[in-house]
């Protein structure tokens, strides 16, 4: 059973990679702030309370993200297999996914692509999402075949809510300060797998699949 965790600053290309990961392996991609927005969307209770916190760039309440996590790891579609992007995000959430997982970290692998500062500036600015599907683009490197329609699903291609430049930088903040902590977690459990984020998408994907074998 592949246990998968994505690690990485905003836009080092968690998404991006663990998409195409998933259908390689036909595992489910578990993403939080997929989510999340999902949820902001639908305007549920939890939409509510995340979105001011999204849109400023913290971090949603732990107790709310082991939550819809542990309700989502318990369908069926994930009992063979996951990649989670975005979570565990601090120490709490990763010691909590331990047990949610029942047997800590074994079998886990945990990728942390690396990918610095300079380059993810650039990358988040022009990155653009489809609005309905998710599907990611970035405007110099990946754009949508026409204008700003999805390629896959005809829905709009837009910039995300917390793409600014304020929320970016506390993003990243809370990448140092709450998220490497988690993978000296996994890197003394020796389960982390380090690979480089920088290169075109492609030669990044080879990397984490060697990073695998
Ligand atoms: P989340 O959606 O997880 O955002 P993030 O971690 O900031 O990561 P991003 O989605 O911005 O980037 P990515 O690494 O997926 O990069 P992408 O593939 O898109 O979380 C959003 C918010 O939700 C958080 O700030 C927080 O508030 C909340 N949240 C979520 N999970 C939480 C949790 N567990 N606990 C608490 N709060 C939580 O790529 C970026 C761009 O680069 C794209 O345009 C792409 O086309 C391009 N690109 C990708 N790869 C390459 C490449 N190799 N070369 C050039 N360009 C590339």
Known sequence: MKKIIFIGP??????TQAKRLASRFEIPHISTGDMLREAVNDGTELGREAAPIMASGGLVPDDLMVGIVKDRLAKKDA???FILDGFPRTLVQAE??????????????????LVPDEAIVKRIALRRSCAQCGAIYHLENNPPANGSVCD?????????????ETAVRTRLEAFHRQTLPVA???????????????????????RIEKSLT
């Open 10 to 15: 905003p836009g080092s290309g968690k998404g």
């Open 79 to 81: 009992q063979s297999g």
């Open 96 to 113: 909590k996914l331990d047990a949610i997982v029942g047997n800590g970290t074994e079998g886990v692998r945990v990728l942390q692509l």
């Open 152 to 164: 896959r699903c005809g829905a709009e291609v837009v910039a995300r809510a917390d793409d600014n």
């Open 184 to 206: 000296t977690f996994y890197k003394s459990k020796s389960v982390l797998r380090e690979v480089d984020g920088v290169g075109p998408v492609d030669e990044v994907f080879e």
